[in-house]
Structure formats: structure tokens, C-alpha cells
């Protein structure tokens, strides 16, 4: 059994919300040696030298992050610039960590593990390259223009081609790769729900108190707010009808298009209250009569998997949610109401506000349960045993 792991995350370990890049590594470190290898930022080069980050940090026993330092600017966007940075940083990570003398698994979240594969097989020829797809990558902002689309597309043939193993984050992008490789694994996101399953009831009553100023019923929202994401000509349809309900958001705010911030601002019942500490979430989720996912249909929208739709569930809120076909087994089992165009959604929030049976709220937090990392990280360890 290889007992090394080592992951090549896409971008920074700390992000502004925990996501699987996070997570993953802290559970696997209960068992496993882990070391982390951060997507090579100029900015890290900076804070480098400024000694505010050291170039490795221990989180704990077993995981290890190595803040990778852009030489150059522009990766994503000049092919060499990107190979230069990777393997700058490949060749000081395998001596500050040793590993060059022990086989290893690399789980990768992006197709840059293709510039360090020369390295690879001169350091130890004996590594296993698992790629572990969570999006449409061809969807999300960094792979947007030409010069990034086409890096990234060579990148991604030369990963299928040297990995052994392809993990991915959703059925949609289960059936995608199973055209492109010979082992292809669907693994589902699990969601992180210590938080949700303790809840504080301390917590409850300073959510209740800070959020005494928004009128009820709410309908909530946990996650980014994204132009590319999120569909907000839905989401000004929603706020418009259901004037009368207050429309939560927790999260980070990336909103670009002007027009749109505008009308959200002129929304008296549109609350955004930003990024709040994981351990308060469920409080929050707790105070909503309905949780919402108005994902776009688009590029990204037909491959995501939103995580959040388990914290909602751990909680037993009914959700609605855009045609995502991620979700579909979801609304099959009657646990989320599934909506195929913008009058269905406000058709099914009206449900979804009036839902009253609390035989589905039992069903919800079951299937949440049955989902979440305590629950699962043994199957991600056959995974790697396979």
C-alpha cells in the first residue's frame, strides 16, 4: 500500500470557501501522509519574501502545504511561463519533502500535472497519477480565452494519457470521461456536516439576534455569487414575485456585470451578509424556510455538482433548485424540487414554501448523512487501495 499522497490543487489551500481541495487533504491526513502542492502564484513569491507565508507550512502530523511561488506572472496564459513555474516548484517540493526516494499516489485537481510527468519519471518512475475532475474546467474564468482553452486542452489529453486512474465529481462529467479513459470512477462530492450534526445553540441565538432585522420567511442561499454561475435573470424574476419574502445570501460576492448589482441593490428584500464562519452555517440554514440553487444552465451548470445542496439537506429545508443534472437522482427520490425552466422554479418555491410534511425533511437529512466525509472517506480509501 502506498502510504504517500501527494495533491496538486488548482489554486490556494486557503480559499474563500472551503471546497474539496480543502477538505480532502485534512480527512486523507487522518490516515494518510499527505503533502499539498498550491497552483504557482506570483503573489506567493511576495509574500515570500516579505516572510509573511513560509514556502511549507505543517497543518498537521500527516499534511503538509507547500505554497508554490510563481517565478513569473501570466501562467494560464503563456504555456512555458505555466511548465517553468510547475517544475520550479516540483523540483524544491520533492527535496524539501524527500519523496524522491518513496513511491507515491499524485491526486491531481488540475491537468498542470502534465508539465511535471519528465520530472516524474526521472525522480521515481514508480508514482500513480490519479486526475480527479471536479468542473467543466473549460467553463471557469482562468480557462477563458483562446491562449488559456488551448493550453488547457493540451494539457488535459497528455494527463488522460499518463493517468491511471480518472476520478470524477458528478455524473455528467462521469459519462464525459468515460468517452475519454479507460478507468473512470463517479465520486461524488461529500460535504463537510461535524458543524451541522453538533450545531451550537449558542450560535443560534446570535444568528437570530444579528438577523432579527431581516423579516420572515427567508429563503436562502450558501455559496459565490458569480456572473458565469449564477442565473440572475432568475434570481430578479424570484426577488420581484415573491416580494414579501426576504432572500438571504451568505458567501462571497465576484458580481462583475454593473446592471445586474444595481437592480440587486434596489431589491428591498434582496439581504446579502457575505462570508460567515462554517460553524454558524447551519444556525443560518436553520432560519430559512426554503434554500435555493439558481445555478445557470450553461457550461458550467451542466457538469456541477454544488456540495451546498448536503448542508441544506443535513438540515431538511426543501430545496429548489435549476435543472442541474447533477441533481436529478435528487428529485427522483422526491427530496429536492427539480426546475427546468424559470416559471417551474417560482412555481416550486411557492411549493417549497408551503411544504408542511415532515416525513421529507426525515428523508433529507438521511441522504445528507449517508453523504458526508465521515461517512465516506473510507470509500475514497479503497479508491486509492484499488
Known amino acids: 500500500m502506498i502510504k504517500d499522497n501527494v495533491i496538486l490543487l488548482g489554486g490556494p489551500f486557503l480559499n474563500d470557501l472551503d471546497r474539496i481541495e480543502q477538505t480532502l487533504p485534512k480527512y486523507l491526513s487522518r490516515y494518510r501522509k499527505v503533502h499539498c502542492f498550491e497552483y504557482p502564484r506570483f503573489k506567493n513569491l511576495v509574500l515570500v519574501f516579505l516572510r509573511k507565508i513560509k514556502l511549507s507550512e505543517r497543518v498537521n502530523t500527516n499534511l503538509t502545504i507547500f505554497h508554490s511561488i510563481g517565478l513569473l506572472p501570466f501562467g494560464r496564459n503563456i504555456p512555458l511561463i505555466n511548465k517553468l513555474n510547475h517544475v520550479f516548484n516540483y523540483i524544491i517540493f520533492t527535496s524539501i519533502t524527500s519523496l524522491s526516494n518513496r513511491a507515491y499516489n499524485i491526486i491531481s485537481f488540475t491537468p498542470e500535472i502534465s508539465y511535471l510527468f519528465n520530472q516524474l519519471n526521472t525522480i521515481n ?25 488551448n493550453q488547457l486542452k493540451s494539457l488535459e489529453r497528455k494527463t488522460l494519457l499518463n493517468s491511471s486512474l480518472v476520478i470524477t ?9 468515460k468517452k475519454k479513459h479507460t478507468r473512470v470512477i463517479l465520486y461524488t462530492t461529500p460535504a463537510e456536516l461535524s458543524p451541522f450534526i453538533k450545531n451550537s445553540s449558542k450560535n443560534t441565538i446570535l444568528i437570530s439576534r444579528k438577523t432579527s432585522y431581516i423579516p420572515e420567511p427567508r429563503i436562502g442561499f450558501i455559496g459565490s455569487l458569480y456572473d458565469w454561475r449564477i442565473n440572475f435573470q432568475l434570481l430578479l424574476k424570484l426577488l420581484k414575485h415573491f416580494h414579501n419574502i426576504s432572500f438571504v445570501f451568505l ?25 460567515k464562519k462554517y460553524s454558524t452555517i447551519p ?22 455538482y454544488p456540495v451546498k445542496v448536503n448542508e441544506y439537506l443535513c438540515k431538511g429545508k426543501p430545496i429548489v433548485s435549476t435543472a442541474l443534472p447533477a441533481l436529478k437522482s435528487l428529485s427522483k427520490k422526491k427530496l429536492l424540487y427539480w426546475s427546468k425552466n ?14 408542511k410534511a415532515k416525513y421529507l425533511a426525515r ?22 487501495n484499488t
Not at 518512475?125 to 482553452?149: A, F
Not at 465529481?169 to 470521461?177: E, G, K, N, V
Not at 417551474?344 to 408551503?354: D, G, H
Open 283 to 304: 444556525n443560518y440554514i436553520e432560519s430559512f424556510k426554503a434554500c435555493i440553487i439558481p445555478y445557470s444552465l450553461g457550461k458550467y451548470g451542466k457538469y456541477a
Open 169 to 177: 465529481a458528478s455524473i455528467p462529467l462521469y459519462r464525459l470521461f
Open 251 to 275: 458567501g462571497t460576492f465576484h458580481i462583475q456585470n454593473e446592471e445586474i448589482i444595481k437592480k440587486l441593490n434596489k431589491m428591498k428584500n434582496f439581504y446579502f451578509l457575505g462570508k
Open 342 to 355: 424559470n416559471k417551474e422554479f417560482i412555481r416550486n418555491t411557492q411549493i417549497a414554501l408551503n411544504e
Open 363 to 384: 428523508m433529507r437529512k438521511k441522504e445528507a448523512i449517508k453523504n458526508s466525509w465521515q461517512n465516506r472517506i473510507s470509500e475514497f480509501l479503497n479508491i486509492l
Open 125 to 149: 518512475s514508480t508514482h500513480r497519477v490519479i486526475y480527479y475532475v471536479l468542473d467543466n474546467y473549460m467553463s471557469l474564468p482562468y480557462w477563458s480565452n483562446n491562449l488559456q482553452r
